[in-house]
C-alpha cells in the first residue's frame, strides 16, 4: 500500500514537471497543490517509515522543481532560424496578433484593422503572401514568434526592457500613455463638471490600496510595480484571465463588475467614446513606444521591415490608416453597435440567414458561400458589373435566364439561381476531381471566368508535366500562362488567349476570406 502510494505521488510529480503549462502561474498552484496534499498525507502517517519516505519524495520533488523551472527558462529562450530569406522562399508571411476593435476584426462581411491593414501592406512590399493567426495571450505570442508558429507580432505592444530579453522591436509606430481606467459616479450625467473631477483619482498617491485588474503580460502589471514603488505604498494588482483583453476589462467597468483598469490611451479614448460612463483622463505613465516584434535572430527581416516602416511613415497613407481605426471615433461607435460587427454582433451581413438557407442545398459551409457573395457584389443586391452581371451573385444575363430567375436584383432569387449554378460546376468537375475540397477550388475558378478556360488550363499543366487535379501551384499557374503565346496558341488550348490573373487572384481572396470568417463566425 505505501509504494503504491509513493509510486502515484511520483507520477504526478513526473507529469507535472514534463507537462508544458501555458502559464507559469498555473503551473506553480498545480504544484504547490500537490505538495500541500503531500504534506496532509504525512501528518496522517504516524508510522516513522512512512513519514521519512513522504519527506523524501517532497524534497525530490521540490528538486525536480527547479531544475524544471531552469529548463523552462532555457525553452523560453530557443528561437528557431528563420530570417526573410526562408520567409520568401516559403512565400508567406505568419503574422500573430489579437482579436479587438482596432487591430483585426471583420465588419460587414469585410476584414478589417490598423494591424490588419499594415501587415498587407507589409506583405505585398516583401513580395509574399500573409497568413494571420489570432492569439489571445501575450505570453503565447511571444513563445510562438520563438517557436517559428508566427514570424512577427503585429500587435499593439508596448517596447520594455523586459520584453527586449526575448524579442527585437521593430521601429516604433507611435508612442502611447497608460491611463486609469474608472468609472464616474452613477449621477454623472446631471451634476457638475467639478462634482465628478472631486470624486475621479487625479492623484496617484490615492491610488495606494486600490485593486486594479490588467490584461495578463501587458506592461501595465509591470508599471503598476513600479508606480506602487513610487508612491510607497500597495497597490493590489490584479491580472486578468489571459482570454481577456484590454477591451473586455474595460467593459468590465463601465458594468462595474471591477473598479479599475489600465489601457494605452489611444484604445482608451475608443472606448471612452462607446462607454460614456468611464474616465480615461489619469495618466500613469510617461510616453512609451509602440512596435511590433520579431525574433532576435532575424535581423534581416527586422531591417527590411524597418526601412518600408520609415518609408511608409513618411507619406500621408500611414495616418489616414491609423486615424480610421484610432481616432475616427463615429467609425468607432457604429461599429460598436451594428450586429456585423464580429467582436458583438456576430453577423457577416443582413442575408445571412437566407445564404444558410441555400448553402445547405450545396453542401458547403455557408461562410464559404458568403465569403464568395461578398467577393462578388460585397453584399448588395442591386450591384451591377461592367460586364452586366447583376445582383448578389453577379450573374450574367444568360445564366440568370437559363435558372429561372425573374428579378435579378432579389437576394432569394439571385443566392437560388447562383447555387444551381454552382451545383451544376460541382457535378461537371465531380469525375475529374475526387477530392471535394480541392474540388472548391476549381468551381470557384469556373464560376469566375467560365469552365472552358480552367479546361485549357488542366489540359497545359497535364501536357507539361504539372498536376492537372490540383489548383494551387499546378493548374492556377497554367491559367496565368494563358496570356502567353506559346501557351494560349497551343494544340491543347480551345479558348485561347485568358490572362487569368483576376481569376487566380478570386480564388486566394474568396479562400482567405473564408478563413477568416471561421475565426469569428459561427
Known sequence: MRSVTITCI????????????????????NLWNMIEQMLYNL??????????????????????????????????????????????????IVALTGYNAYSYFIYRG????????????????????VEIKVVRDLDQMFEMLNNGEGDIISFNLTVTKERNKYVD??????????????????NWSVIKLHEIENQMIRNLLDLEGKTIYVQHSSAYAERLKNLSEEIGGDINIIEASPELSAEDLIKMVADGEIEYTVADDNVAKLNESYFSSIDTETFISFPQKIAWAVRKNAPVLKNEINKWLVELKSKPDFYVIYNRYYKNMNAYQRRMESEYFSNTGGKISEYDEVIQKYARNLKWDWRMLASLIYQESKFKPNAESWAGAQGLMQLMPGTAEMFGVQNVNDPHESISAGIKYLNYLDSYWSESITDSLERIKFVLASYNIGPGHIIDARN?????????????DNVEQYLLKKSEKQYYTDEVVKLGYSSGKETVNYVKQVLTRFEHYKRFIS
Request: proline share 2%; with cysteine.
Open 460 to 472: 497545359l499543366a497535364e501536357k507539361y508535366g504539372a498536376n492537372p487535379n490540383v489548383w494551387f
Open 110 to 129: 469585410k476584414p478589417m484593422g490598423f494591424e490588419y491593414d499594415l501587415v498587407n501592406r507589409l506583405a505585398e512590399h516583401l513580395d509574399v503572401e
Open 10 to 29: 511520483l507520477e504526478k510529480i513526473v507529469f507535472y514537471l514534463n507537462h508544458r503549462a501555458q502559464q507559469t502561474v498555473y503551473y506553480v498552484w
Open 169 to 186: 522591436f521593430t521601429t516604433h509606430l507611435n508612442t502611447s500613455r497608460q491611463v486609469l481606467i474608472q468609472r464616474k459616479p452613477s
Open 43 to 92: 501528518l496522517k502517517n504516524v508510522q516513522k517509515g512512512m513519514k521519512q519516505n513522504y519527506i523524501r519524495i517532497l524534497f525530490i520533488g521540490l528538486f525536480l522543481f527547479s531544475l524544471s523551472c531552469s529548463h523552462r527558462e532555457e525553452k523560453s529562450n530557443y528561437m528557431v532560424d528563420f530570417d526573410i530569406d526562408k520567409i520568401k522562399e516559403r512565400g508567406k
